[in-house]
């Protein structure tokens, strides 16, 4: 059973960084890919940043240059490290792992960048 567990969330000013943690739990060698995923309120969720087990990576184009994604294997980690922090990126962040065609997904982290 794979369970995953997002933390590092919070109240950020504009301009601010903050970096999200994922810790996976169970077996995932065979994983397609991890991701971010983030919902405002009112609008649907969308992808922010995916890391492909081959190794590449996608942004989605509103985060490009600020957010990298990464992974820790040995940790069964990823990360989110979010940079130059804006009022619209104020969201709910979800973890997602992507493996043998099903999605799971964390509990969401909440992300608020605000003066």
């Known amino acids: 059973q794979v369970q995953l567990v997002e933390s590092g969330g919070g109240l950020v000013q504009p301009g601010g960084s903050l970096r999200l943690s994922c810790a996976a739990s169970g077996s995932i060698f065979s994983f397609n890919s991890m991701g971010w995923y983030r919902q405002a309120p009112g609008k649907q969720r969308e992808l922010v940043a995916v890391l492909h087990k081959v190794g590449f990576t996608n942004y989605a184009d509103v985060v490009k240059g600020r957010f990298i994604i990464s992974r820790d294997n040995a940790k069964s980690t990823m990360y989110l490290q979010m940079n130059s922090l804006k009022p619209e990126d104020t969201a709910v962040y979800y973890c997602?792992?992507?493996?043998?065609?099903?999605?799971?997904w964390g509990q969401g982290t909440q992300v608020t960048v605000s003066s």
């Open positions: 997602n792992l992507n493996m043998n065609g099903y999605d799971y």
